[in-house]
């Protein structure tokens, strides 16, 4: 069974910064498999934040581009997202997620909480 396990999340003021990272167990890190980054926040539906394939094309929603950054690293099975110039808006819990695009298995983690407040 795969599992993700997402760690970095926590409480910043406005303008800071956090970095995720999401560890995978066993080798889902696989050509077939997006990694990516997701978010909600209280009372709202989970949406994309970013994207990357396996060979590092990536996708972001236009709310984090220039602010955010994505990456993977295959060989160590892990993914991150790189979180800059902060606004409480960005609060929410991320969740890491992967997904294969031909068997078309997706796994979540559990998430990891990010407040943004003065």
């Known amino acids: 069974q795969v599992q993700l396990v997402e760690s970095g999340g926590g409480l910043v003021q406005p303008g800071g910064s956090l970095r995720l990272s999401c560890a995978a167990s066993?080798?889902?890190?696989?050509?077939?498999?997006?990694m990516g980054w997701y978010r909600q926040a209280p009372g709202k539906q989970r949406e994309l934040v970013a994207t990357?394939?396996?060979?590092?094309?990536?996708n972001y929603a236009d709310s984090v581009k220039g602010r955010f950054t994505i990456s993977r690293d295959n060989a160590k099975n892990t993914a991150t997202l790189q979180m800059n110039s902060l606004k409480p808006e960005d609060t929410a819990v991320y969740y890491c997620?992967?997904?294969?695009?031909?068997?078309?298995?997706?796994?979540w983690g559990q998430g990891t909480q990010v407040t943004v407040s003065s």
């Open positions: 066993g080798s889902i890190f696989s050509r077939n498999v997006i």
């Open positions: 997620n992967a997904f294969n695009v031909v068997t078309k298995s997706n796994n």
């Open positions: 990357i394939t396996a060979i590092g094309s990536k």
